[in-house]
């Protein structure tokens, strides 16, 4: 089954810098999204973007999708404390019409104060 | 507006034993899904519904069930708990297709079995 796999898988700042994720998947999608999960809590949808999306922006927040290299990345701009988290993407399973979400094993987010 | 309720927080069981995780969603979303966390593993996907009275297998089924007799609920059973069932498990519900719009988890219930 296809797999977005994101990179790194831990990340440490100090708040004020910018803060790049990537993701990396093996086939074809219609759909990719990103999720953030704050330490002991669910995760929350941020932004989905569509394969003939190239940029997608929501706040501070700014995701990319290249569809020739399979890869989408998130940007989180003048980072905060706040923003301290596990940030996971997700992209649709196309076999079989299955109406599932695989996620990636997530990007671990420390913004230093 | 709760959204979506995990009950409960945490459990302990012993080898053997049996118990029911219980999701409920206040959205009226059609779609519910049951995912399990591991350390270093991602979220992987157990069982989902996509209506009530609907249930399928997801990628790791094994040892659980799964019943949806109520639109608002979805339950996960253990049948004869086993320590590889240690994690931390979520619900998820979506309105319509998640492929094509955001999720809503709960916060997850901590499960240990010794």
């Known amino acids: 089954s296809q797999q977005g796999e994101e990179d790194p898988q831990a990340l440490s700042i100090q708040e004020g810098e910018n803060a790049t994720m990537n993701c990396s998947y093996k086939?074809?999608?219609?759909?990719l999204q990103w999720y953030r999960q704050n330490s002991g809590r669910g995760l929350v949808h941020l932004i989905l973007i569509r394969s003939n999306e190239r940029e997608k922006h929501s706040g501070r927040l700014r995701v990319t999708l290249d569809t020739s290299k399979k890869s989408s990345s998130l940007l989180i701009t003048a980072s905060r404390a706040a923003d301290t988290a596990s940030y996971f993407c997700a992209t649709d399973l196309t076999q079989g019409g299955s109406e599932k979400l695989v996620f990636g094993k997530g990007t671990k987010l420390t913004v230093n104060p | 507006n709760a959204g979506v309720t995990q009950t409960p927080k945490f459990r302990v069981l012993k080898t053997g034993q049996s118990m029911t995780l219980l999701c409920a969603q206040d959205?009226?979303?059609?779609?519910m899904y049951w995912y399990r966390q591991d350390p270093g593993m991602g979220l992987r996907l157990i069982h989902y519904?996509?209506?009530?009275?609907?249930?399928a297998k997801g990628e790791v089924p094994d040892g659980y069930n799964v019943s949806r007799l109520k639109k608002q609920n979805f339950l996960l059973g253990l049948e004869s708990a086993a320590p590889s069932q240690t994690s931390v498990y979520f619900c998820?519900?979506?309105?319509?297709?998640?492929?094509?719009?955001?999720?809503?988890f709960g916060d997850g219930t901590r499960l240990s079995i010794l």
């Open positions: 086939t074809s999608i219609n759909n």
């Open positions: 998820a519900s979506s309105f319509l297709d998640p492929r094509t719009q955001p999720q809503h």
């Open positions: 959205m009226n979303h059609e779609y």
């Open positions: 519904s996509v209506g009530e009275g609907t249930t």
